[in-house]
Structures are given as structure tokens and as C-alpha cells.
């Protein structure tokens, strides 16, 4: 995890969330804006995503561990009201471990939030289907994963980045959240998304 001084609102201390980053401003260079909001597994990457995608786009970060995605949209609408070029949505973990949401709901959820940026370029991040966490619902993260599948955006397929091994790029003993090498993939795979948005 790359050292970064970063501004948040008051969205962490309200949620009591430990991993918790709600950016209030976007930063880096150019004209595009990449708007990400995330989940457990975007705060651990936040400067990794900045070190890759700040070069060339004004990038603004929230990620929020340990909540569901009905929980996120929050974060999402603040993102979407600044009508930014990409949208990069990667939520769900906490659906499918922390909160053990049932997969209609989280279905649909992922839907409304998707809905929100309508002029946005979405790349999504799907679920890992190999952790070893006992709360963590794999064949929920597979059903979720179907989803993103159908919603047609561009798609970062952690789960097959993750299942090529898991104990490579995240944290033990759950293996669900990128340990440092999982987080230059994670944010590398981001980057390499967005550049597609723009014909790249």
C-alpha cells in the first residue's frame, strides 16, 4: 500500500469504518475524470491506483470496507453527481462476506448503482470465487459475478486473476483482500480497463 496523504468527508467517522477512504476531491492530471468507488478491496490500492492512473486522469477514490453495496450508493451518488468519464465499480465483498446479503438484493443494487452514471464508461471488478474466508460466500460471488457479466461494462475479471493463485497477490488467512502485490495487479487491470474507455 502506497503512502498517501488523502482529504475525506465525514462519510468514515459516520460509518465507524476502519477501512474507509471517501476522497472529496479529484486529483491528477488531464481533463477525464475516473470516479471508483469500492469496497475492502479498493483502500489497501488507493495509492497503487493513483501511482497508475494519475498520469494521465483526474482520479477520485471512495472505498469502504465492511459494508454492502445499498450501503455504498452514498458514496456512488456523490461520485455520479460529478459526472465523471469512467465510473470503476468494485463493491460486493461486503455483500457477500460481512453482511451476507441475499444475492437478489445485491443483484439488484449493483443494477440501480450502475445506473447512475448513464454518460460514464463503467468497468466493473468482479468477485473472487477462491477465498478462504468462512463468512465469505464464494458460490454467492460467483452468482454476483453473473450479474457484472450482464450488465455489458467493461469488466476486470479478479476471479480469474485470483484463482490462477489465490496466495499470490492476497491477504492470509482469508485471501480476500490484495496484499501488496495484488494491489499493483488490481490497480494495473483498473488502469488497463480505463484506457480502453478511450479508445487506448
Known amino acids: ?6 482529504a475525506a468527508t465525514a462519510a468514515c467517522a459516520t460509518l465507524f469504518a476502519s477501512a474507509c477512504l471517501s476522497e472529496t476531491a479529484y486529483t491528477g492530471s488531464g481533463t477525464q475524470k475516473v470516479a471508483i468507488v469500492g469496497d475492502a478491496r ?16 483526474l482520479v477520485r477514490i471512495s472505498a469502504i470496507g465492511g459494508i454492502s453495496i445499498a450501503e455504498t450508493r452514498r458514496e456512488a451518488d456523490i461520485l455520479a453527481a460529478t459526472t465523471p468519464q469512467v465510473a ?5 465483498v461486503g455483500d457477500v462476506w460481512q453482511k451476507n446479503v441475499d ?15 448513464p454518460s460514464s464508461c463503467v468497468v466493473i471488478v468482479n468477485l473472487s470465487t477462491v477465498t478462504e474466508g468462512g463468512a465469505y460466500n ?11 457479466a450482464g450488465t455489458g461494462a467493461r469488466t476486470v475479471d ?8 489465490p496466495h499470490l497477490l492476497t491477504e492470509a488467512p482469508e485471501h480476500i483482500v490484495p496484499n501488496q502485490a495484488g494491489q499493483d495487479v488490481l490497480a494495473a487491470e483498473i488502469a488497463s480497463q480505463t484506457d480502453t474507455c478511450f479508445g487506448d
Open 103 to 117: 444475492p437478489a438484493t445485491s443483484a439488484a443494487e449493483l443494477q440501480i448503482m450502475v445506473g447512475l452514471f
Open 158 to 165: 479478479w476471479a480469474s486473476i485470483t484463482a490462477a493463485d
Open 42 to 57: 479498493i483502500f489497501p490500492a488507493a495509492g497503487e491506483l493513483h501511482a497508475a492512473l494519475d498520469p494521465a486522469y
Open 1 to 6: 500500500m502506497k503512502t498517501r496523504t488523502l
Open 88 to 92: 470503476v465499480i468494485a463493491v460486493g
Open 138 to 148: 464464494n458460490a454467492k460471488a460467483a452468482q454476483l459475478n453473473t450479474v457484472i
